[in-house]
């Protein structure tokens, strides 16, 4: 008999996995292209990103794969492995979805969000205003997407938060290019979007967020489309050469 299923008994408490060191590698990797470390269209050497990383070549080749297999990367038979460059497309579905999810969020904070979360929120704002004044881009960005997805924790919605943190790092990594210039006005709008959740008022705190994420999603597709990202080369079909006989 299961020890969860003796009378009295509470259910055993599940033992964490420790990561393997696939998915550390490719954790590390989606770091360093949401980051920009690593560029839409840049192509990953396996040998090169085995250094960096301090790993031998293989755990590199088998997370390229899921990678690729995940949108984050493109591989190319005779060519090697690519940063995905998003498509317009793309990346416009995926920050509408955004707006729908982190409006719901904002508006349903405003109702649950209590005395605590609020002081989380300006903690986390305050912490962002710091990095834009000097003009740390990575720190912004990163406290950015701590304050959106602790909006979405304070909803109340454990499904809204699952969704929400589903596209989150992508999410993190089409605003990264823009953060500079978005600058104090997107921290601006969060400050009016913490006085709305403090307030409860539920209909203007969704407005907020609606906005807020609009504003971001036309920075982006604006900026693709004044510097377009040069894709990853096409696969070239390789004539076999004739064997003289």
């Not at 929400?164 to 290019?177: E, G, L």
Request: net charge negative; hydrophobic share 40%; with cysteine.
């Amino acid at each position: 008999m299961l020890l969860s299923d003796q009378a009295g008994q509470a259910p055993a408490a599940k033992i964490p996995r420790p990561a393997t060191l696939r998915e550390s590698v490719i954790e590390a990797i989606q770091e360093l292209i949401v980051s920009s470390q690593l560029k839409p269209g840049q192509h990953l050497v396996e040998s090169e990103l085995a250094e960096l990383l301090g790993v031998s070549r293989q755990p590199v080749r088998e997370a390229l794969q899921q990678l690729s297999g995940e949108g984050w990367v493109d591989l190319f038979p005779g060519q090697g492995a690519f940063v995905h460059v998003p498509t317009l497309e793309e990346a416009d579905q995926l920050l509408a979805v955004r707006t729908l999810l982190e409006t719901e969020s904002a508006r349903l904070a405003a109702e649950h969000a209590g005395e605590d979360g609020v002081k989380r929120l300006r903690a986390l704002c305050a912490r962002g205003i710091a990095a834009v004044q000097s003009d740390d881009v990575d720190s912004a960005v990163a406290t950015n997407s701590e304050l959106h997805a602790l909006v979405t924790e304070l909803s109340g919605n454990k499904v809204l938060s699952e969704l929400a943190s589903q596209v989150a790092r992508r999410v993190r990594w089409y605003h990264t290019p823009v953060a500079r210039q978005r600058g104090m006005a997107s921290w601006d709008e969060h400050t009016s979007l913490i006085d709305a959740i403090e307030a409860g008022d539920e209909r203007r705190a969704a407005k907020i967020m609606r906005e807020h994420t609009e504003h971001t999603r036309a920075s982006y597709l604006a900026q693709r489309e004044k510097e377009p990202v040069e894709p990853a080369p096409k696969p070239v079909r390789r004539r076999r050469q004739r064997q003289l006989g």
